[in-house]
């Protein structure tokens, strides 16, 4: 059975970091294409980053560029979001998503992220 699980969300002020972590089961994570999405409240969900796990083909999107480090620990199953200079419009809900080929992608039950002062 595949599982994702999301942890590491919480509240922070702007210009801080947090570290998201995906942790995985149930399938070859070597294979896949990791990515994290977000969706704000009455919003559709939004790609953020995403990355083979031979820690090639790393990709972003331009808000995350310059500000986010998506990696991953083959040893662990688990993908990282690492989010620095944090922003209020990066309030919300982050979920990690894994990927084969062109395949229907898995999904977890996603991480509350708050920027607030």
């Known amino acids: 059975q595949v599982r994702l699980v999301e942890s590491g969300g919480g509240l922070v002020q702007p210009g801080g970091s947090l570290r998201l972590s995906c942790a995985t089961s149930?399938?070859?994570?070597?294979?896949?294409?990791m990515s994290w999405y977000r969706q704000h409240p009455g919003n559709e969900r939004e790609f953020v980053a995403s990355m083979t796990t031979d820690g090639g083909l790393l990709n972003y999107s331009n808000s995350a560029k310059g500000r986010f480090t998506i990696s991953a620990d083959n040893t662990e199953n688990t993908v990282y979001l690492q989010m620095d200079n944090l922003k209020v419009e990066d309030t919300a809900v982050y979920y990690c998503?894994?990927?084969?080929?062109?395949?229907?992608?898995?999904w977890g039950q996603g991480t509350q992220v708050t920027v607030s002062s």
């Open positions: 149930g399938f070859p994570f070597s294979n896949y294409q």
């Open positions: 998503s894994a990927r084969r080929g062109l395949g229907t992608p898995h």
